[in-house]
């Protein structure tokens, strides 16, 4: 069996994209159907987003099959990422919006719903006995404010501090405030069981406070027999407060900028941002920038010029990939939104400061720190065979100029891939023994994907085992034209004797 490159389709459409951050589009009513999502896929979606705080399996089942096949058509990996729903806390039923005014006294209970205007169900028990006095309770994005006055009772007695108008199932933020419950709910689990049996690419974790609530969700992970990788929401203080140590057990980080706007100061959150994209790449681990990134572009074809600057420091920031959500779930142009964020990405990708000098740690991080630095050194194009993708983002942390072609045995890999900077899935390989052989069949996919020219060099990382996870101990440097003439010289002496 052969190296079965990916469709050329694919291959022509990352040239004209050239870019190297990745774009996360969130699927919904606006974009579900099968021509969209084709043009979706076009305009240059890498990973599809299912937001399993809404829709039905039936509904996510139908998309995760069709994204399947038009990805499959076009020869082109499209990642699923599953976001979980999380501890989302929300008010109960209201009887109709209710308008607080600023000095005005509520109560907070925990029944599911409620017929009085100054009575707000709030059906988390557990979480109400949390609550002291002093603390704030946000709601609706935290344009309402409500300052907790008193605690005793089976009541929270708040007074309005900033009024506005609250209705049904309002989603509620209590910033400082420790929430005890675990971090996957019996929700969460049935859609990871569901997830297990699509398969999809990535798991998003929300409400990541500790690293224990990481360990938690791996290990429920691992009983029902998924391998997908995990990445953090950071949408809480605590999340940020300990992210060093959540960096240390997952394959991805998520800056989701609402929540976290509200959990701490606004002004905080630019700086945040920075810092755990930094971190993350320190980490080789994934980061994503989400929320309102092209906010305006829900109802308008055009964008302001703020959100165009957004993006472009979200990439010169190092993120992997920026994440799109109402713009493409619920807004009136989502194809489009892929193409601005595309085009935006690749203009700050022409200043993009390429080749990272970082330190390195174990034998995968210091191979890929020679690799990127032969790269650099010899102008080469990597190329990795990973058989879970942890050599390519190794070799991603590096950060080099040219794309990082990778190859595995496993097609599930490459879908994983495609949400890593500058990595760019080429083709299947068999997991064979011969690392004679191995090259050779990289050599002819890479020419054959046409990313790689007979005058090229390649720096190829490699294990001793290729197709067995963790083996990565090899670098390969080849002239392209001087390989093909001495394997050539080699057939034709094989020939004559």
């Known amino acids: 069996m052969g190296t079965r490159v990916l469709h050329a389709g694919w291959v022509g459409a990352a040239r004209a994209f050239m870019r190297k951050t990745r774009i996360i589009a969130t699927i919904g009513p606006a974009s579900r159907d099968p021509e969209t999502l084709a043009q979706m896929i076009s305009a240059g979606m890498d990973c599809a987003r299912l937001n399993f705080s809404h829709g039905t399996f039936e509904e996510h089942g139908e998309v995760i099959r069709t994204l399947r096949r038009l990805a499959l058509e076009r020869g082109r990996p499209v990642a699923i990422l599953q976001d979980l729903g999380g501890i989302k806390m929300r008010l109960g039923r209201l009887n109709g919006p209710v308008d607080l005014k600023p000095g005005d006294e509520v109560s907070l209970t925990a029944d599911a719903a409620s017929d009085w ?12 006995s949390d609550l002291r006095t002093g603390h704030q309770v946000f709601i609706a994005d935290g344009t309402v404010r409500l300052d907790v006055i008193e605690t ?22 209590l910033p400082g405030v420790t929430i005890h419950e675990p971090v996957l709910t019996d929700d969460d689990k049935a859609a990871l069981r569901f997830g297990v049996e699509q398969e999809v690419d990535w798991v998003a974790v929300s409400f990541v406070r500790t690293v224990e609530d990481i ?55 630019p700086i945040v941002q920075k810092q755990v994209v930094s971190k993350a ?29 957004d993006i472009a420091n979200a990439v010169l920031d190092g993120c992997d990939a920026i994440l799109l959500s109402d713009e493409t779930a619920v807004g009136k142009y989502p194809v489009e939104t892929i193409r601005v964020a595309s085009a935006t990405i690749r203009e700050a990708e022409r200043v993009y400061p390429y080749h990272k000098d970082l330190p390195s740690s174990g034998r995968t991080q210091a191979i890929a720190a020679a690799a990127g630095r032969l790269v650099r050194d010899l102008h080469a194009k990597p190329i990795v065979v990973t058989s879970t993708g942890r050599a390519a983002y190794q070799v991603s942390r590096f950060r080099p100029e040219g794309d990082i072609l990778v190859f595995s045995h496993d097609a599930a890999t490459l879908r994983r891939a495609s949400l890593g900077w500058g990595l760019f899935p080429v083709g299947l390989i068999p997991p064979v023994r011969d690392v004679a052989s191995l090259v050779a069949s990289l050599v002819e996919a890479s020419l054959k994907s046409g990313l790689v020219s007979e005058t090229d060099v390649v720096t190829i990382v490699h294990g001793f085992l290729p197709g067995v996870s963790g083996t990565t101990n090899t670098i390969q440097v080849l002239e392209i034209r001087e390989y093909l003439e001495h394997t050539s010289s080699i057939r034709s002496l094989e020939e004559r004797s």
């Open 117 to 128: 205007a100054d009575i707000l169900p709030f059906p988390h028990p557990g979480v109400l």
């Open 152 to 173: 005793e009772g089976p009541e929270i007695k708040a007074r309005v501090s900033d009024g506005g108008t609250v209705s049904s199932f309002k989603g509620v933020n």
């Open 215 to 269: 360990r938690y969700a791996r290990t429920y992970l691992a009983g029902i027999g998924s391998t997908a990788p995990v990445m953090a929401k950071l949408e809480r203080g605590e999340g940020i407060d300990n992210l060093d140590s959540i960096l240390q057990v997952v394959d991805g980080v998520m800056v989701a900028r609402g929540d976290l706007g509200v959990e701490i100061a606004m002004e905080r959150v």
């Open 281 to 309: 790449n320190d980490a080789a681990k994934v980061s994503v920038i989400a929320t309102q990134m092209l906010g305006s572009m829900v109802v308008s074809p055009n964008p302001t010029r703020a959100e165009i600057s």
